[in-house]
């Protein structure tokens, strides 16, 4: 299972840390990702990384502004997102993949967290 939280409302400019706790199944899970779901569009990567080596991918429009990190202890992964914008406001799912590389297409997700809600008012 995958829990993510750290959702909240933020003004253009601030940030939010999210996190992601990954237990049963997905421990064996390689690749760890955020996705992202504003109303009336399609869900889109945000950001992943390999739970082995660190490797990691962004979405162009995040470059620069989120990272995405990884606890390999505690099972749990973080994306920190910074000077956000009002286009960055959606839902945000976490989702692992048993895939051995860094992948950044939902149908490579095999598991799903529940979403938590990012709002930036302008």
């Known amino acids: 299972q995958l829990q993510a939280s750290g959702g909240g409302s933020v003004q253009a400019g601030g940030s939010l840390r999210l996190s992601c706790a990954a237990s049963?199944?997905?421990?064996?899970?390689?690749?760890v990702g955020w996705f992202r779901q504003a109303p009336g569009k399609e869900r889109a990567f945000v950001a992943a990384i390999s739970w082995r080596d660190g490797n990691t991918a962004y979405a162009e429009s995040v470059k620069g502004r989120f990272t995405i990190s990884r606890d390999n202890a505690k099972n749990t992964m973080y994306l920190q997102m910074n000077n956000l914008k009002p286009e960055d406001a959606a839902v945000y799912y976490c989702?692992?993949?048993?895939?051995?590389?860094?992948?950044?297409?939902?149908?490579?997700?095999?598991?799903w967290g529940q979403g938590t809600q990012v709002t930036v008012s302008s």
């Open positions: 049963g199944r997905t421990f064996s899970s390689n690749v």
């Open positions: 989702a692992a993949s048993a895939l051995p590389w860094v992948v950044v297409t939902n149908a490579r997700y095999e598991y």
